[in-house]
């Protein structure tokens, strides 16, 4: 134990970034007593960066979350009191973040809903001795010890609404176009999988930069060259609402069917109601979705947050699983010692805006939806049931 | 012709002509006062957020025009006299005042209508036949509009009695201050052109671009790599740079990708600095 | 004698925190030429862009026609009528000879027919860039755009520097006219000759400081050439 804690407190002196009694403190985590009372949720969500335009529906989501457990007891009995930082900060930055959180705060669990690359840098600072929930889709394999995971996989973005839509559209063809970096590698070689086993073909393949003044005039040439009959598109952001603008520009909306990865409703309103024709969308969840949890949720979200409340979207939406997530989780292991929570995730049911999800090698089967967007907003037109996350964390 | 190779030729076109048009303000401060405008594309984005205002006030979109010159007139003035002008001859001040104005004015934009994206409508959905190709009108347009705006400001620069004086102005300053052309009010409607020109191409541009704060560091890089290449002396070395990078970034994604594009043009601007830094057409 | 047209008084400044002029006092009245002689680089040339506005004076007042000219920019000073034909680079290189005369006014051809008439060498090269000329060539198209200014003071900063003796001549010729009808002229020369020809007074500068000023016909060749040369 001694071994750990020393490049801390040597990062401590060297940063200056901790506070003064954190290293001195620092033992009593060691023990990891827990003061019974209030009970410290820290959370990443992008408050700054490209990202931050989720920042707020984040924030309030996970603020209706909790406040619903306070009104209901708290946590095993203890109050859950929330301690924001910035996920959209570099990682370097988040790492250090996590370490004050760890270290002088004595946070209870992180939740987090950021990339993955912070992802990595609070993993990498936590070293799984405090409890981590991460929330918002992404590219899977993410097994370290005590790291549960509530986001969307590729498996269940993709697998259902390949196979639907190959069948449905008979589409036989196929172009994929995403941003250049883990999430659509990923989320394409599943997509190949699905296609080919669907006995369809992939007749382009290309990435651009990401974080890059992309344009997409040369990729819809290409597209319209190649006249496949479903576009698979993993770009993120900007990107994608620029691509799908100038395909539809191109007038390619009325002959090609497109499948986007990353769109919810705030990156539906960027593309515009003239551009999502032929448009469709696979999550775990939109604000359209008729449940009647849903509608209770909403109808909860809106009272709290009132008539300026950030928009519903899948990020932002996904903290309020991954809070309960966090609820389900403490409550089950009975505290938070990490190998009592590891033994609690394993078939463990929490609630999520639209039903229950259940967790499974630290990952969560849960219902997807297929969505064809109207205009700016999103159809439910398929709604696939308990599907498998492919993950195999122990 | 092949319309896949038409449709190809025709995104170069728009590329590069509305690269021109962005650039072009930036060239015109830079060659008469030598201020390099680090808040170009601020000015760029100032404009595409005036065509989304005009659009949420259910106006026809020509009416972002006068509202973008309206708006660009009145921050180019004050920011010619507050911070520009206090600094010319101290090139490396300016660029640091300039840099901060930049962020002040993302800033600010982002305090109004936040960090989200916001989107303009196409004015024109349509598209054209072009010799077998669909083009999509608007886009055609804006091409047709940039080049006219650039040819038009060349002709103006070369007959024109203002544009005279402005290449007095450039080629000798103290000279063109005793033959009694008025260099302060000169500089200062430069700059103000400048600004108007980048928030014009900002309006044209808001309906093909995703409208955010952070749209104008885009633009700024890229006419960077235009003045790398084309030179800072005149109208000529701002068109033929602007060929240069726009052309060939989109060629070279037309026949590969995105990222060998932006990878050629890197590597042109860095041998042009290395072996030919005062570009194709230098300052004379 | 009535008030002088042009006078500065106390005249102190440089590039910077250097100093390269001090207190230099002169006056110039209508119809009268005044020459500021002295050897290359007593500050002459700085003198000139002080009193034109070029440089801000450390110290002095200029006085131009009753009106002090403190704050004034270059080109404020020549719409009150001072106008300037600078010793380095006397034109724009990048314009036609053309351009050159017409910047500021239309092609007004009764303003330079005696003029070029006198220097046919620029009629004929009217559409050349002014860059392509030799510099007596560039002295001469500066001096008629000088000359045919209606401004009732004219500054210029060594006018005959690489001008055939010839056209000298005419230069001088012209600056008598130009006396005649009522113009003040301070003229920076290093021909002492031609300075003699058309000075009313002489001011002789040494380091930046005037140590010799008063009437041209009191004072005698030799005693200013001294001043000249090393």
Same mark, same amino acid.
């Given at each position: ?27 009593? =985590? ?81 939740? #987090? ?154 990156? !539906? ?65 009975? #505290? ?59 | ?28 401060? %830079? ?20 065509? %989304? ?22 921050? /180019? ?79 103006? %620069? ?78 000529? /070395? ?36 290395? !072996?030919?830094?005062?570009? !194709?057409?230098?300052?004379? | ?14 590039? #910077? ?46 006085? %131009? ?121 301070? =003229? ?43």
């Amino acid at each position: 134990m001694q071994k750990i804690y020393k490049p801390i407190s040597r990062r401590h002196f060297v940063a200056g970034a901790l506070g003064s009694g954190a290293a001195v403190a620092a033992p009593a =985590i060691l023990t990891g007593a827990q003061a019974a009372g209030e009970l410290k949720m820290a959370t990443f969500y992008a408050l700054s960066g490209p990202g931050s335009l989720f920042g707020p529906t984040q924030t309030a989501v996970t603020k209706l979350a909790v406040d619903e457990i306070n009104a209901g007891g708290g946590i095993g009995g203890r109050k859950v009191t929330v301690i924001p930082s910035d996920g959209g900060a570099p990682p370097a930055e988040a790492a250090k973040a996590a370490i004050r959180l760890m270290l002088r705060d004595k946070v209870d669990i992180v939740v #987090g809903s950021h990339d993955s690359a912070v992802r990595e840098a609070i993993v990498a600072a936590l070293k799984g001795r405090v409890p981590y929930v991460y929330t918002p889709l992404y590219e899977g394999g993410e097994c370290n010890p005590n790291v549960f995971v509530t986001a969307d996989t590729p498996q269940q973005q993709v697998q259902p609404s390949i196979t639907w839509l190959a069948k449905t559209l008979g589409a036989k063809s196929y172009y994929l176009i995403g941003n250049d970096y883990v999430w659509p590698r990923k989320t394409n070689e599943q997509a190949k999988k699905y296609i080919a086993a669907a006995g369809g073909k992939v007749v382009g393949e290309e990435y651009v930069p990401l974080g890059a003044p992309n344009k997409f005039e040369d990729a819809v040439t290409r597209i319209k060259a190649k006249k496949p009959d479903l576009v698979v598109i993993t770009l993120v952001g900007g990107d994608n609402i620029n691509f799908n603008r100038t395909f539809a520009g191109f007038g390619l909306d009325k002959s090609i069917k497109r499948i986007s990865y990353l769109l919810e409703e705030q990156t !539906l309103a960027g593309i515009g109601d003239k551009s999502s024709n032929g448009l469709y969308s696979a999550m775990s969840y939109f604000e359209n979705e008729k449940s009647e949890a849903n509608a209770k949720f909403k109808a909860a979200y809106r009272k709290a947050a009132g008539a300026k409340a950030p928009p519903l979207a899948m990020i932002g939406v996904d903290t309020y699983g991954g809070v309960n997530c966090a609820k389900a989780l403490i409550e089950k292991a009975g #505290g938070t010692d990490a190998a009592k929570l590891m033994a609690a995730a394993s078939n463990l049911n929490y609630r999520t805006p639209t039903g229950t999800g259940v967790m499974t090698n630290r990952h969560v089967v849960k219902d997807m939806y297929l969505a064809e967007c109207k205009g700016t907003s999103f159809d439910i037109v398929e709604t696939f049931k308990a599907v498998a996350h492919g993950q195999t964390c122990s | 012709m092949d319309p896949i190779l038409t449709t190809n030729i025709l995104n170069v076109v728009y590329e590069v002509s509305t690269l021109a048009v962005v650039v072009l303000g930036l060239a015109v401060v %830079f060659g008469l006062l030598g201020v390099m405008n680090l808040a170009h594309g601020e000015f760029v984005m100032i404009g595409a957020y005036c065509a %989304f205002f005009v659009q949420t006030q259910n106006l026809p979109f020509l009416a972002a025009v006068p509202v973008a010159l309206l708006v660009c007139i009145v921050l /180019g003035l004050a920011v010619e006299r507050i911070l520009v002008r206090p600094l010319y001859a101290r090139p490396f001040d300016t660029l640091l005042a300039t840099w901060g104005l930049s962020m002040l004015l993302r800033e600010g934009v982002e305090a109004v209508y936040g960090r989200g994206f916001k989107s303009v409508a196409v004015p024109l959905t349509d598209s054209i036949d072009v010799l077998g190709a669909d083009y999509p009108s608007y886009r055609l347009l804006l091409a047709a509009v940039s080049i006219a705006l650039v040819a038009g400001l060349v002709w103006w %620069f070369v007959r024109s009695a203002t544009g005279r004086r402005i290449r007095a102005v450039v080629n000798n300053p103290e000279l063109a201050g005793s033959v009694g052309i008025p260099v302060t009010a000169l500089a200062r409607n430069t700059f103000v052109f400048g600004c108007c020109l980048a928030a014009l191409s900002g309006v044209l541009l808001a309906p093909l671009m995703p409208v955010q704060p952070m749209l104008g560091l885009d633009f700024i890089l890229k006419s960077f790599f235009v003045l790398v290449v084309g030179g800072l002396g005149s109208l000529v /070395g701002l068109i033929s740079g602007s060929g240069v990078i726009g052309g060939v970034e989109s060629i070279v994604s037309a026949f590969f990708d995105r990222t060998y594009g932006y990878t050629t043009v890197l590597i042109i601007a860095i041998l042009f600095l290395w !072996l030919r830094p005062n570009g !194709l057409f230098p300052r004379t | 004698m009535s008030a002088p047209l042009f006078s500065f008084a106390g005249v102190t400044g440089g590039y #910077g925190a250097t100093t390269v002029v001090r207190a230099v006092d002169g006056e110039v009245a209508a119809g009268e030429a005044c020459c500021v002689l002295g050897r290359n680089g007593v500050g002459k040339t700085t003198l000139m862009r002080l009193l034109t506005g070029h440089l801000p004076l450390q110290s002095g007042a200029v006085t %131009f026609g009753g009106r002090p000219m403190d704050g004034l920019a270059p080109d404020e000073r020549h719409g009150l009528g001072l106008i300037y034909c600078p010793q380095d680079r006397p034109v724009f290189d990048n314009l036609s000879v053309r351009e050159n005369l017409t910047l500021m006014a239309s092609a007004d051809a009764d303003r330079y027919a005696p003029l070029l008439a006198a220097f046919p060498i620029l009629e004929d090269r009217m559409a050349q860039s002014a860059g392509t000329l030799s510099g007596g060539e560039r002295k001469i198209l500066s001096f008629v755009r000088g000359a045919a200014e209606t401004g009732r003071l004219l500054l210029l900063d060594e006018p005959s520097e690489g001008v055939q003796q010839e056209n000298v001549e005419r230069m001088a010729a012209f600056l008598h006219e130009a006396k005649a009808a009522g113009r003040a002229l301070l =003229i920076v020369e290093q021909n002492l000759a031609f300075a003699l020809e058309i000075a009313d007074r002489v001011i002789v500068m040494d380091h930046g400081e005037v140590v010799l000023a008063g009437n041209a016909a009191d004072m005698t060749e030799a005693t200013l050439a001294a001043h000249m040369h090393v």
